[in-house]
């Protein structure tokens, strides 16, 4: 047996039972040290022998020849403070899909790409998000479908090609006129939000079911009655896709006056019966203002 087997059989069986005995394996300095205490020298040769071991460790060596390196980019990258808003939005990827989707079809409509010190985190956080995958994939540039080369997990961004179907993201943020029936659910829910308060209409389900670009009828009666509803201190809870339908569906030059809405409403109880509402507007706009500077 080595000296650290001994040692390990002295550890778990008492000096008593089995002093521990030092092998010619082991350094010069600890095999001097037999005459001392069977405790002493157990506790001492552990500490030895864990160096000893640390030091005459060598590390597996990978022999595998290096990969080809990754292409020059053709794209230049969005500014650090453009990408970190990305970020933020990635903080609930759930929550925040719409404006996901928005920021990168904004940043490919520029022509650019995200900053190559952000692909690992961003990539690994939408690895699973097929909604999402499409609108990524321009924007990774040549260091991001290298880098999914590279990872076994990243196999889906190298199977996404242009010829796919686009997904609900993509047709909503496209902005496509609504389909017939579309329009039809859109006059009743306008309808519902002008008879009743949200918490007694069936208007955040269907919302949630309808994934479509709301008409600007539809968000003017929900503003509306989101507005009325806290004057009465009728409490609702927004589901997180309905937040999301709204905030992205508001058109861009309408942002500002549909959040200064809101904020007028609050007064003194500012954020209590819509706080998501206002803060996810808030996001969308700062988001927008970002990306606006590229």
Request: glycine content about 6%; aromatic content about 8%; hydrophobic content about 45%.
């Amino acid at each position: 047996m080595t000296t650290w087997d001994n040692l390990l059989t002295a550890a778990l069986l008492g000096t008593g039972r089995r002093p521990l005995q030092i092998g010619d394996d082991a350094p010069a300095s600890l095999q001097q040290l037999e005459t001392i205490d069977p405790e002493q020298l157990l506790l001492t040769a552990g500490g030895v022998m864990m160096l000893f071991r640390r030091a005459g460790y060598v590390p597996a060596t990978d022999m595998r020849a290096l990969g080809a390196p990754a292409p020059d980019e053709s794209r230049v990258p969005c500014s650090m403070r453009a990408a970190s808003s990305l970020l933020q939005l990635l903080d609930q990827p759930d929550a925040n899909r719409l404006l996901i989707g928005e920021w990168l079809l904004v940043v490919e409509g520029k022509n650019k790409r995200i900053p190559h010190v952000f692909l690992p985190e961003i990539m690994q956080r939408l690895k699973r998000d097929n909604a999402l995958l499409p609108l990524l994939v321009p924007v990774m540039g040549e260091r991001g479908k290298w880098l999914a080369a590279q990872n076994p997990e990243w196999d889906k961004f190298q199977a996404i090609n242009g010829e796919a179907a686009p997904t609900w993201v993509q047709v909503f943020l496209s902005g496509e006129a609504p389909s017939d029936v579309a329009v039809a659910k859109d006059s009743e829910m306008c309808e519902s939000l002008s008879n009743q308060p949200m918490r007694d209409s069936q208007v955040l389900a269907q919302l949630s079911k309808y994934k479509y670009v709301w008409s600007e009828m539809l968000i003017e009666a929900f503003v509306a009655r989101v507005i009325a509803d806290h004057k009465k201190k009728y409490y609702v809870g927004f589901d997180n896709e309905v937040i999301g339908l709204f905030a992205a569906s508001v058109p861009r030059s309408s942002i500002g006056s549909v959040f200064s809405r809101l904020n007028a409403a609050a007064g003194d109880e500012k954020y209590v019966f819509f706080r998501a509402l206002f803060e996810m507007l808030d996001l969308r706009r700062n988001m927008l203002q970002e990306l606006s500077h590229e």
